[in-house]
């Protein structure tokens, strides 16, 4: 069962190569210890034609990843970027998830990565709701997860790599085999750090809160708009610590990420989370459709128009 829709072009190695001819060798040394960072970033179509949303930010965290693992990119930012809007445009398909990855490709085996040489690619394709569009609407169900998160002693949760994904892997996996459809993760204190991908705000009595970058996350780039908007919201924010037990307490609880985009939480662990209206989150929601589809002037900056 191949769930994903082939398009026409993809990025590889500096050129735009048939959908089909975009592949590597089975000794692909990234492939086998986990040696790879990627992003996650979405382009959507607006007014102007399609638009990607906060690329410049995407790329500033793929090479900050790329540099905690000594990886040095035969590309620069500017010709990632680059890449990824000739790729939206090459494939006319405007509404698309962009994966820049960059890993260690086919040389040597064996734990030291730097003898073989970085591959980087981009592939674009049609990803609807992360935790479904029923889940945007009503809200999902989660889980705090028996895993813990890595920590910054293990496996640095602020640079995006593929291994940190085999952590988030074992959370889901679980959450779903219970019936859930989402996990929380909590970190190595027992504070809650975020979803297998995806960041968590809490909303109590209209004052909003996510969990500090010292939580062990990764820094998401929609936890940061939140931010903003809650800002010009003028709604009180606070980056603080929380523990599972202020999961079960919040008046609205919700999950960001580029894919998930914003994504509320109804219920965890079998308590319904606040009286089901979310009305924070709702307008949140509102916010972002119209920021990520050119409807907000006062966040045209974050738009890269592919022309
Ligand atoms: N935490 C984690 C662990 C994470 O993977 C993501 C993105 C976020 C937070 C939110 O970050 P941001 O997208 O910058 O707001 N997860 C990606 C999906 C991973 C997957 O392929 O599955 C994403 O949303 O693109």
């Known amino acids: 069962m191949v769930g994903i829709r082939a398009l026409q072009k993809i990025w590889m190695d500096g050129r735009l190569v048939d959908w089909t001819d975009a592949k590597v060798h089975i000794l692909t040394h990234g492939l086998h210890y986990g040696y790879a960072v990627f992003e996650g ?8 034609g399609p638009a990607i949303f906060r690329l410049p930010e995407h790329l500033d965290r793929f090479f900050n990843s790329a540099k905690v693992y000594r990886m040095t990119l035969p590309y620069s930012a500017a010709q990632v970027g680059e890449a ?57 169900r989660a889980t705090v997860s028996s895993w813990v998160r890595m920590d910054s002693r293990s496996l640095p949760p602020q640079a995006k790599c593929a291994a940190n994904y085999a952590n988030s892997g074992l959370a889901k996996m679980e959450a779903v085999a219970a019936g859930y459809d989402e996990a929380i993760l909590l970190n190595s204190q027992g504070m809650v750090a975020e ?27 929609t936890r940061d708009t939140v931010i903003r908007f809650l800002s010009d919201e003028g709604l009180v924010f606070q980056r603080t610590d929380f523990t599972r037990e202020e999961l079960f ?17 109804r219920e ?8 089901g209206a979310f009305p924070i989150t709702r307008r949140l929601q509102q916010r972002y459709e119209d920021a990520i589809h050119g409807r907000r002037p006062a966040y045209g900056s974050w738009l890269t128009y592919v022309g």
């Not at 040389?107 to 569009?133: F, H, N």
């Not at 996510?210 to 820094?219: K, N, Q």
């Not at 965890?268 to 009286?275: A, T, Y």
């Open 249 to 265: 307490t919040a008046d609205e609880l919700f999950y960001t990420g580029t894919a998930a985009g914003i994504t509320p939480i």
């Open 84 to 140: 990824c809007v000739d790729l939206v445009r090459a494939n006319g398909v405007p509404t698309v998830y962009l994966r820049p990855i960059a890993f260690s490709g086919y040389g040597e085996m064996g734990l030291d990565p730097t003898k073989s040489p970085i591959q980087v690619a981009v592939a674009a394709w049609e990803w609807g709701a992360y935790l479904g569009q029923e889940g945007v609407e009503r809200g999902v």
């Open 41 to 48: 970033i979405r382009s959507h179509d607006t007014a102007r």
């Open 195 to 221: 979803g297998p991908g995806e960041n968590i705000f809490r909303v109590k009595k209209e004052v909003v809160s996510t969990p500090p970058a010292s939580s062990g996350i990764l820094r998401g780039v």
């Open 268 to 275: 965890v662990d079998g308590r319904r989370i606040g009286d």
